[in-house]
């Protein structure tokens, strides 16, 4: 094909140009609207997020004034649970202060070495204490007894009136 010979008519070369500035004007104006968009939603998303920084200043603000609340309230219901460990605490250093030795002193001579020997001493001692029980338990059944004919000498005597003052009581019960 040769370009000197061929006719183009003036009609299409116009049509051709056209459209090609029809292009290029829609691509300038999409380029322009894009522009506008990003333009707009960078403005609403800034918008959006000043909205959400507010809104979490609020709700922190909130949730900081209830952990206050919170915890004044915890100060006031714990308060007298602290005194009283505290107490205890005080407590529990004087029964060390006064044991603290004492069992300091029984551990150190205490020797495993002979553990048969105090074995057998804490046997003698459990029988002690046991005899001992033994008699207090039969001390008791007579003092016991002893009250019960008692209580029977003052019914007797209250029930003839010879009581100096004249009251009325009740005797008797004595160990049951």
């Known amino acids: 094909m040769d370009i000197k010979n061929m006719k183009v008519s003036i009609g299409i070369v116009i049509a ?21 968009l990003d333009t707009t939603v960078a403005e609403m998303q800034e918008s ?7 809104i979490l200043q609020t709700d922190f603000l909130n949730l900081r004034e209830k952990v206050d609340k919170l915890s004044y309230q915890e100060q006031v219901d714990l308060a007298p649970i ?7 605490e005080t407590k529990v250093m004087w029964m060390m202060d006064d044991w603290g030795p004492k069992i300091d002193a029984e551990q150190e001579e205490f020797d495993p070495s002979n553990l048969e020997e105090a074995l057998d001493k804490m046997e003698s001692r459990l029988d002690d204490v046991e005899t001992t029980n033994a008699l207090i338990d039969n001390e008791m059944r007579t003092i016991m007894s002893d009250h019960g ?23 008797g019960g004595y160990g049951q």
Do not use: C
Not at 48 to 54: G, S
């Open 16 to 36: 051709i140009v056209a459209q090609a500035f029809g292009v290029i004007w829609y691509i300038a104006q999409m380029d322009s609207t894009v522009r506008n």
């Open 48 to 54: 959006q997020a000043t909205v959400d920084v507010a």
């Open 82 to 88: 602290d005194i009283a460990i505290k107490e205890l």
């Open 149 to 171: 004919g008692f209580a029977d000498v003052l019914q007797q005597i209250n029930a003839a009136g010879l009581l100096p003052s004249g009251e009325k009581r009740t005797y």
